[in-house]
């Protein structure tokens, strides 16, 4: 009896609370709120619990780009839906074909910025990330470099290539007569992929970490809509251009497009600390006046006979 008291009471308060998120839901839809932003294991946990299995109508979330979220209607089961998008959601920015100029643009990055150093959608990298690696350098600038992810001196650092990788890559682009500061540099990957068991090293990123991450990226690119874009190793150019035929090997040294814009695909730096062969150096190296000549910058006889 005692018992039966007290679940009739449980029921009763689990009602009170659910009519009264409904009707908060509903305040919000009649003030014109189209999407909430709802934890999609929250929706997952709400369609499993016991009590709330009976009151929500759909248990699944359908599939795709948007979660259904199927509130129990006022009388008895009338369902009022409401659009739910996921934490992030591709495209980040929609900027119409509009280039965003000076303040804009750097408001719109901050937001970016913002929602990337929030994000929790690879779990695992979240609860072994010291910082979040979200890009350094001009957002106005012509020339984007993109690499893969952030190794262990990035991720203590909150910047990219900033260890020995990033040493070599560094004197690049002053060897092109450029600064760290008037060229923007990003990765695929923002967060440090875990390396689980071991102390140092680095892996590559997985397809789907790529997948979770890319809007990120996307969305830097067409905020800063370089003229160039040099993609530094294989694991760039399968961030931008999905699984390629080639490798780097064959594919540095030769113009692609991504959504317009001319990519170079060259050597990733580390590359070039492995294998130390002048040939290989100088291979990057007119990768390099490749894109000065594209961005139709002036080139030294220096700059020409840097390996000759
Ligand atoms: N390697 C990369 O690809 N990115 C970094 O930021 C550092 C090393
Ligand atoms: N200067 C360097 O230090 N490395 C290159 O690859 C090209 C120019």
Redo the contacts with the bound molecule.
């Keep these: 009896m005692e018992n039966d008291n007290n679940s009739a009471e449980m029921a009763n308060g689990f009602g009170t609370l659910l009519q009264a998120t409904i009707n908060h839901l509903e305040d919000l839809r009649r003030d014109g709120t189209k999407y909430l932003t709802v934890d999609p294991s929250l929706l997952a946990a709400l369609t499993q619990k016991g009590s709330a299995k009976s009151l929500i109508p759909t248990p699944t979330p359908p599939p795709g780009d948007r979660v259904g979220l199927s509130l129990p209607k006022k009388a008895e089961v009338p369902t009022s839906k409401i659009e739910v998008p996921r934490p992030i959601d591709p495209p980040l920015i929609a900027t119409g074909g509009t280039a965003l100029m000076g303040e804009a643009r750097a408001a719109a990055f901050a937001e970016i910025r913002e929602r990337a150093l929030q994000c929790v959608k690879c779990p695992h990298l979240v609860s072994t990330r010291k910082k979040v690696?979200f890009g350094t350098g001009d957002i106005h600038s012509p020339l984007l470099f993109v690499?893969?992810?952030?190794?262990a001196?990035?991720d203590l650092a909150g910047e990219?290539?900033?260890?020995r990788?990033?040493e070599l890559l560094t004197r690049i682009i002053q060897a092109m007569g450029k600064s760290r500061e008037t060229v923007y540099?990003a990765?695929i990957l923002k967060c440090r992929p875990d390396t689980a068991g071991q102390s140092f090293g680095?892996r590559k990123p997985t397809p789907e970490e790529i997948q979770n991450c890319l809007p990120f990226l996307q969305a830097q690119i067409e905020l800063i809509r370089p003229r160039a874009m040099v993609a530094?190793?294989g694991?760039?150019m399968e961030g931008l251009f999905g699984k390629l035929e080639d490798g780097i090997t064959k594919l540095r040294g030769r113009w692609r497009e991504f959504q317009g814009i001319p990519v170079m695909p060259t050597y990733?730096?580390?590359y070039l600390l492995r294998n130390q062969l002048v040939s290989v150096k100088r291979e990057v190296w007119e990768d390099m006046l490749q894109v000065l000549e594209r961005l139709g910058e002036p080139i030294s006889e220096k700059q020409r006979n840097f390996f000759r």
């Design positions: 690696v690499g893969e992810a952030p190794g001196d990035e990219p290539f900033v260890g990788a990033g540099i990765n680095n530094l190793g694991t760039a990733h730096p580390s």
